[in-house]
């Protein structure tokens, strides 16, 4: 006999990943979140609101994902890393709607693992900016290569299959590296380089010295190293390439922030006093103090880079460069925020800030001028040092010697005013639980609640779960005996977020029924435009609310609030079965199968029928629906033809 050990009430909802790209199509940006097994997609919608799109469930909690463009295809694929050391590559597919698998890596065996039988090194995923590699670290020192176009395969199956893939032993490079700590592909490399930071020495917190070293190494035969750089801070977790035009790499640890490029010398900034007590190296102090570690960021420009601290501060990061290098590292307090697990750019103005310890926002980074910047810590504005191009040179002079790039990345706004858009609910993690009953009018009936203590700090919460759902009655009226279906429509247009419909209206076999909800209890609209003496089959609101149409059997009625303007009549024998919606077209199926689409006109207010295609009329149709595809995921296919045929038509 077999027993279930436990089961899901809930599914993930602690955003561990995330990412931007263009998960359906080319032509449309989506945000895809990693939730422990769960894949969920995001629409960003033209008012900055997330719309839910699409649920994937894998089988492993994802590790880590990237985004890539392959070869020839329309939209992008994603790398899913899963422990200990498997990578898979998916596609959305639009003929079924489901995660396509392209290719399937697992790098578990005996030789590869090196002798260890379980590790704590998350599998990595990293994609060259240019699309031509992509690179996931196992067990700490281990490479895995993927060429991603043709020429970089060597005669895989970039593009088109499974991918071709390659384990280089790091410790066997020239500059041997034992323990990866973090990698970055450098940006605007003509060459694919890809970066690694790794210890040269064992290190703890009761040795802290300068044991952290970084290599690069080229894409070319042997992957020879072109760069390499020693006696880095040991407390440095992560690197991240900075885009062209600057280029090179950002190295962030605790307690200071480096710029590393190989044309350039080391620059950084100190972020509090145990830098000195960690690190030989001797910084400028940042007039702004704090502490990076369990810190997150992302790239807003080439130029400024938005951080958030593990209390939740948040903070732009500038760095200065005139064309040459960078001059400077600056900071500006923009505000307070949610604890973050990750950042995610998703627009030139739209951050997602993803949370596992609390809702996860949609942040709108609205540009102001340096003199209306808020929540800056330093009471002195003029003292902080700040970088003009005009005091090296006047802008022709300098586009003259440097070119246009050298002033592009001063054209970004000093500061912004962060505003939230949209906000995703979390119920975790879990601190303690509860369980309650909740008292019913019948004593028979007995219902329990789930009351969970979630978050962490200012991000704590009480949660209730409850099975099914729950309706608040706020009123009541005698029962209603033979109701076939019932409708509620609004009077007049305006924002529908605030307030009630207006009207209710009810369909029996051979009667309807109009209530109005204006007051406290639902009464009988007795004198009103609508048709109560038969039965009605739908009733909406089109022409953004300023109508209400009633469709009956054999005619449809248009109204403005309670005053009728118009009923078309069909001129068919036969009735309407069925009526579907989408503003301001009017979907009619018969029961002899026709089809007849009204359209409603604001000037004059009138109902206009519209021709249809004599492909509708061919069969009987059984059911229909209209869709505003307003994203284009549905494609025109002809009877008969295959689908290159119906796209070339």
């Given at each position: 006999?077999?027993?279930?050990?436990?089961?899901?009430?809930?599914?993930?909802?602690?955003?561990?990943?995330?990412?931007?790209?263009?998960?359906?199509?080319?032509?449309?940006?989506?945000?895809?979140?990693?939730?422990?097994?769960?894949?969920?997609?995001?629409?960003?919608?033209?008012?900055?609101?997330?719309?839910?799109?699409?649920?994937?469930?894998?089988?492993?909690?994802?590790?880590?994902?990237?985004?890539?463009?392959?070869?020839?295809?329309?939209?992008?694929?994603?790398?899913?890393?899963?422990?200990?050391?498997?990578?898979?590559?998916?596609?959305?597919?639009?003929?079924?709607?489901?995660?396509?698998?392209?290719?399937?890596?697992?790098?578990?065996?005996?030789?590869?693992?090196?002798?260890?039988?379980?590790?704590?090194?998350?599998?990595?995923?990293?994609?060259?900016?240019?699309?031509?590699?992509?690179?996931?670290?196992?067990?700490?020192?281990?490479?895995?290569?993927?060429?991603?176009?043709?020429?970089?395969?060597?005669?895989?199956?970039?593009?088109?299959?499974?991918?071709?893939?390659?384990?280089?032993?790091?410790?066997?490079?020239?500059?041997?590296?034992?323990?990866?700590?973090?990698?970055?592909?450098?940006d605007g490399i003509s060459v694919p380089t890809l970066a690694l930071l790794h210890q040269t020495a064992p290190s703890w917190p009761g040795r802290y010295t300068d044991t952290m070293g970084l290599v690069a190494i080229s894409m070319g035969s042997n992957h020879p190293v072109i760069w390499s750089v020693d006696q880095l801070p040991s407390d440095i977790f992560e690197i991240s390439p900075v885009p062209s035009p600057i280029g090179g790499l950002l190295a962030l640890a605790p307690n200071c922030v480096l710029y590393l490029n190989q044309s350039s010398s080391l620059h950084g900034v100190s972020l509090n006093a145990f830098h000195e007590r960690s690190s030989a190296l001797k910084l400028r102090e940042s007039l702004h103090t704090m502490a990076l570690d369990r810190s997150a960021h992302?790239?807003?420009?080439?130029?400024?880079?938005?951080?958030?601290?593990?209390?939740?501060?948040?903070?732009?990061?500038?760095?200065?460069?005139?064309?040459?290098?960078?001059?400077?590292?600056?900071?500006?307090?923009?505000?307070?925020?949610?604890?973050?697990?990750?950042?995610?750019?998703?627009?030139?103005?739209?951050?997602?800030?993803?949370?596992?310890?609390?809702?996860?926002?949609?942040?709108?980074?609205?540009?102001?001028?340096?003199?209306?910047?808020?929540?800056?810590?330093?009471?002195?504005?003029?003292?902080?040092?700040?970088?003009?191009?005009?005091?090296?040179?006047?802008?022709?002079?300098?586009?003259?010697?440097?070119?246009?790039?050298?002033?592009?990345?001063?054209?970004?706004?000093?500061?912004?005013?962060?505003?939230?858009?949209?906000?995703?609910?979390?119920?975790?993690?879990?601190?303690?639980?509860?369980?309650?009953?909740?008292?019913?009018?019948?004593?028979?009936?007995?219902?329990?609640?789930?009351?969970?203590?979630?978050?962490?700090?200012?991000?704590?919460?009480?949660?209730?779960?409850?099975?099914?759902?729950?309706?608040?009655?706020?009123?009541?009226?005698?029962?209603?005996?033979?109701?076939?279906?019932?409708?509620?429509?609004?009077?007049?247009?305006?924002?529908?977020?605030?307030?009630?419909?207006?009207?209710?209206?009810?369909?029996?076999?051979?009667?309807?029924?109009?209530?109005?909800?204006?007051?406290?209890?639902?009464?009988?609209?007795?004198?009103?435009?609508?048709?109560?003496?038969?039965?009605?089959?739908?009733?909406?609101?089109?022409?953004?609310?300023?109508?209400?149409?009633?469709?009956?059997?054999?005619?449809?009625?248009?109204?403005?609030?309670?005053?009728?303007?118009?009923?078309?009549?069909?001129?068919?024998?036969?009735?309407?079965?069925?009526?579907?919606?989408?503003?301001?077209?009017?979907?009619?199926?018969?029961?002899?199968?026709?089809?007849?689409?009204?359209?409603?006109?604001?000037?004059?207010?009138?109902?206009?029928?519209?021709?249809?295609?004599?492909?509708?009329?061919?069969?009987?149709?059984?059911?229909?629906?209209?869709?505003?595809?307003?994203?284009?995921?549905?494609?025109?296919?002809?009877?008969?033809?295959?689908?290159?045929?119906?796209?070339?038509?």
């Amino acid at each position: 006999m077999s027993y279930v050990a436990h089961r899901e009430l809930h599914a993930p909802t602690a955003v561990d990943h995330a990412l931007q790209c263009n998960f359906f199509c080319s032509g449309e940006t989506t945000l895809v979140l990693g939730m422990c097994t769960q894949l969920k997609v995001y629409r960003i919608k033209p008012n900055n609101k997330l719309e839910f799109a699409a649920s994937f469930s894998v089988l492993a909690p994802i590790e880590s994902m990237k985004a890539v463009w392959l070869p020839g295809a329309s939209r992008h694929a994603l790398f899913l890393s899963f422990m200990d050391a498997k990578l898979s590559l998916v596609e959305y597919d639009p003929t079924s709607h489901k995660l396509k698998t392209l290719s399937l890596h697992q790098f578990e065996d005996s030789v590869i693992r090196g002798g260890f039988s379980k590790t704590a090194h998350t599998p990595l995923v990293r994609v060259d900016p240019s699309q031509r590699y992509a690179a996931m670290c196992i067990y700490g020192s281990k490479l895995v290569l993927l060429p991603l176009t043709h020429d970089d395969a060597d005669g895989g199956e970039a593009g088109t299959g499974q991918l071709h893939s390659v384990v280089v032993d790091a410790s066997q490079l020239s500059t041997p590296v034992l323990r990866i700590v973090s990698m970055a592909w450098l940006d605007g490399i003509s060459v694919p380089t890809l970066a690694l930071l790794h210890q040269t020495a064992p290190s703890w917190p009761g040795r802290y010295t300068d044991t952290m070293g970084l290599v690069a190494i080229s894409m070319g035969s042997n992957h020879p190293v072109i760069w390499s750089v020693d006696q880095l801070p040991s407390d440095i977790f992560e690197i991240s390439p900075v885009p062209s035009p600057i280029g090179g790499l950002l190295a962030l640890a605790p307690n200071c922030v480096l710029y590393l490029n190989q044309s350039s010398s080391l620059h950084g900034v100190s972020l509090n006093a145990f830098h000195e007590r960690s690190s030989a190296l001797k910084l400028r102090e940042s007039l702004h103090t704090m502490a990076l570690d369990r810190s997150a960021h992302c790239f807003l420009t080439p130029s400024q880079v938005v951080l958030s601290l593990k209390g939740g501060e948040v903070y732009l990061m500038r760095l200065s460069s005139d064309g040459r290098g960078l001059q400077s590292i600056d900071f500006d307090f923009l505000g307070q925020g949610v604890l973050c697990r990750t950042l995610c750019c998703v627009s030139a103005s739209l951050v997602f800030f993803a949370s596992a310890h609390g809702n996860s926002l949609l942040v709108e980074f609205s540009p102001i001028e340096s003199s209306q910047g808020e929540g800056v810590d330093d009471p002195d504005e003029s003292k902080r040092p700040r970088m003009s191009v005009g005091v090296l040179a006047d802008g022709d002079e300098l586009e003259e010697i440097y070119g246009t790039e050298a002033n592009s990345v001063h054209s970004a706004p000093t500061s912004y005013k962060l505003a939230v858009c949209d906000s995703l609910s979390n119920i975790g993690p879990v601190t303690s639980f509860t369980i309650t009953p909740e008292q019913q009018e019948k004593k028979d009936q007995r219902q329990l609640n789930l009351v969970l203590a979630t978050g962490h700090g200012k991000n704590g919460a009480l949660h209730v779960l409850h099975e099914t759902l729950r309706p608040k009655v706020f009123m009541s009226t005698s029962e209603l005996v033979g109701v076939t279906g019932m409708w509620t429509v609004f009077a007049a247009p305006g924002p529908t977020e605030a307030r009630p419909h207006d009207f209710m209206i009810l369909s029996k076999a051979d009667t309807s029924l109009v209530l109005s909800t204006a007051a406290e209890s639902l009464e009988e609209l007795e004198h009103s435009g609508f048709v109560t003496t038969g039965p009605t089959v739908f009733a909406a609101n089109v022409c953004a609310n300023r109508f209400v149409v009633q469709v009956l059997q054999h005619s449809v009625v248009l109204l403005e609030g309670k005053h009728k303007l118009q009923e078309h009549q069909l001129g068919v024998d036969a009735a309407v079965l069925t009526c579907s919606v989408a503003d301001p077209y009017i979907l009619l199926l018969l029961s002899n199968g026709d089809l007849l689409l009204l359209q409603a006109q604001e000037q004059p207010a009138q109902l206009l029928a519209i021709q249809l295609p004599m492909a509708f009329h061919d069969d009987a149709v059984v059911a229909c629906c209209l869709y505003h595809d307003k994203a284009a995921h549905l494609h025109l296919h002809r009877h008969g033809t295959d689908d290159a045929a119906a796209a070339a038509a």
